[in-house]
């Protein structure tokens, strides 16, 4: 198969000769791994999908990255500095929404320690990459999806909370909705955008034709959005063979499913460890 310089694929054969054939028994650990033999295309941001990608050789499998969306940043997401102390919560509803606010403050030499509010974070990955900053995470829900982190919030956001949202432009809006019904002030922070990648178009078509995939995965709305996109765009089929549709929780999944894609799998835990876990119990079945 044919690859890009931008795809990564992993798994080729490797032939040995010699005295060293004897200790087969002992170097085919991958052989014995439950994702043995199984291709999975990732298609979320090239940055995020290094984590992802190791994981599934670990499990014996080989990815194949295809990059379907990049992010970003807005021009002017029309943040007042000054107004930052006053923010009662700071909510996060991505990995993605820490790393461009803080790289806002950043270059506008913002100190860190401005943030007088609360912490909210979606996710343990998103409060991870919080915590890289050494800010420490009050919520996280029990199901990472906003409308569990909404249910956990309106015991602590009376009316008259001042709550900061930074996200991605064009984000779903349970949280702010939800929040502002119940009389809390919600300024919703649009900080980065996701647009499709136009260089995984310039080879996705030979790649199409040739792969020979076993799972494809989506882990936002936005990815299967600018996945489909992009195949429309080639005119060819966005599932490659007789794969698998691996996405990593019910809203993700509705979205292909309204793009016409089948759905065979959705992660229980709405995280890559949760995704790569699903994947593998259906690989054993």
């Given at each position: 198969?044919?690859?890009?310089?931008?795809?990564?694929?992993?798994?080729?054969?490797?032939?040995?000769?010699?005295?060293?054939?004897?200790?087969?028994?002992?170097?085919?650990?991958?052989?014995?791994q439950p994702l043995f033999g199984?291709?999975?295309?990732?298609?979320?941001?090239?940055?995020?999908?290094?984590?992802?990608?190791?994981?599934?050789?670990?499990?014996?499998?080989?990815?194949?990255?295809?990059?379907?969306?990049?992010?970003?940043?807005?021009?002017?997401?029309?943040?007042?500095?000054?107004?930052?102390?006053?923010?009662?919560?700071?909510?996060?509803?991505?990995?993605?929404?820490?790393?461009?606010?803080?790289?806002?403050?950043?270059?506008?030499?913002?100190?860190?320690?401005?943030?007088?509010?609360?912490?909210?974070?979606?996710?343990?990955?998103?409060?991870?990459?919080?915590?890289?900053?050494?800010?420490?995470?009050?919520?996280?829900?029990?199901?990472?999806?906003?409308?569990?982190?909404?249910?956990?919030?309106?015991?602590?956001?009376?009316?008259?909370?001042?709550?900061?949202?930074?996200?991605?432009?064009?984000?779903?809006?349970?949280?702010?909705?939800?929040?502002?019904?119940?009389?809390?002030?919600?300024?919703?922070?649009?900080?980065?955008?996701?647009?499709?990648?136009?260089?995984?178009?310039?080879?996705?078509?030979?790649?199409?034709?040739?792969?020979?995939?076993?799972?494809?995965?989506?882990?936002?709305?936005?990815?299967?959005?600018?996945?489909?996109?992009?195949?429309?765009?080639?005119?060819?089929?966005?599932?490659?063979?007789?794969?698998?549709?691996?996405?990593?929780?019910?809203v993700t999944a509705a979205t292909?499913?309204?793009?016409?894609?089948?759905?065979?799998?959705?992660?229980?835990?709405?995280?890559?460890?949760?995704?790569?876990?699903?994947?593998?119990?259906?690989?054993?079945?």
């Amino acid at each position: 198969m044919k690859t890009s310089p931008g795809m990564l694929s992993v798994g080729l054969p490797l032939f040995v000769v010699g005295n060293v054939v004897t200790l087969r028994e002992k170097l085919m650990w991958r052989e014995k791994q439950p994702l043995f033999g199984k291709r999975i295309l990732i298609t979320r941001p090239r940055h995020q999908a290094r984590e992802l990608a190791q994981e599934i050789i670990l499990q014996g499998g080989e990815p194949l990255c295809l990059p379907a969306i990049e992010l970003e940043a807005t021009a002017d997401c029309g943040l007042d500095f000054s107004q930052l102390p006053t923010y009662d919560w700071l909510i996060f509803t991505s990995a993605n929404g820490v790393f461009f606010f803080l790289e806002q403050l950043r270059a506008n030499k913002i100190d860190v320690r401005c943030l007088r509010g609360k912490l909210a974070a979606i996710g343990p990955a998103t409060a991870a990459s919080l915590e890289q900053y050494g800010l420490n995470v009050d919520i996280i829900p029990k199901k990472y999806q906003a409308e569990s982190l909404l249910e956990e919030l309106k015991h602590l956001t009376p009316p008259g909370t001042k709550v900061l949202i930074p996200r991605a432009q064009g984000a779903r809006d349970v949280l702010p909705e939800g929040l502002t019904a119940q009389g809390v002030q919600v300024d919703i922070l649009p900080l980065y955008r996701a647009v499709p990648a136009l260089k995984s178009r310039e080879w996705m078509a030979g790649f199409m034709k040739d792969a020979s995939v076993d799972y494809l995965t989506f882990t936002s709305s936005s990815t299967v959005r600018s996945y489909v996109s992009l195949c429309n765009s080639e005119k060819i089929s966005p599932l490659p063979g007789e794969c698998r549709v691996a996405c990593i929780g019910p809203v993700t999944a509705a979205t292909a499913r309204e793009l016409g894609l089948p759905v065979h799998i959705v992660a229980r835990e709405f995280t890559g460890a949760g995704l790569l876990a699903a994947i593998i119990d259906d690989a054993k079945r």
